[in-house]
């Protein structure tokens, strides 16, 4: 458990076809899940779990329920989920990161980003 009372963990899933899974979640989560969870992302990545899932959820339960959802969507054969016990920066809107103009021109939000070196996250779903 991290501040805030939120429970937070990366879901790791191992898959036939990562890049189809990825796109499976995205088209199935959206900005499912209200204030009770959040599906951040899905990142394709070449390790034996080739699509690593940040997930943020009211409690544990949720948790459980998400990742039992995310082995489905994606149709994972293994997965694990890794539980964040401290984050730094301790609000995920103080996150920095790096957005290229090629990511910005396909769809950031103007509003709250620009390309180059972010000084936040705008705290919402990256799929929303």
């Given at each position: 458990?991290?501040?805030?009372?939120?429970?937070?963990?990366?879901?790791?899933?191992?898959?036939?076809?990562?890049?189809?899974?990825a796109q499976r979640l995205y088209a199935s989560q959206g900005l499912e899940g209200g204030d009770h969870y959040v599906v951040?992302?899905?990142?394709?990545?070449?390790?034996?779990?080739?699509?690593?899932?940040?997930?943020?959820?009211?409690?544990?339960?949720?948790?459980?329920?998400?990742?039992?959802?995310?082995?489905?969507?994606?149709?994972?054969?293994?997965?694990?989920?890794?539980?964040?016990?401290?984050?730094?920066?301790?609000?995920?809107?103080?996150?920095?990161?790096?957005?290229?103009?090629?990511?910005?021109?396909?769809?950031?939000?103007?509003?709250?980003?620009?390309?180059?070196?972010?000084?936040?996250?705008?705290?919402?779903?990256?799929?929303?």
């Amino acid at each position: 458990m991290i501040t805030g009372g939120r429970t937070r963990a990366w879901i790791l899933v191992q898959v036939d076809s990562p890049h189809d899974a990825a796109q499976r979640l995205y088209a199935s989560q959206g900005l499912e899940g209200g204030d009770h969870y959040v599906v951040v992302r899905a990142d394709v990545v070449d390790y034996v779990y080739n699509v690593v899932i940040p997930v943020d959820a009211e409690s544990p339960e949720v948790l459980d329920s998400v990742h039992d959802m995310i082995r489905g969507i994606t149709g994972a054969r293994h997965s694990v989920a890794i539980p964040v016990v401290e984050s730094v920066p301790p609000i995920p809107h103080d996150a920095e990161g790096f957005i290229t103009p090629e990511e910005y021109d396909r769809g950031y939000d103007k509003e709250h980003c620009k390309p180059g070196r972010q000084r936040w996250s705008p705290g919402m779903n990256a799929w929303g």
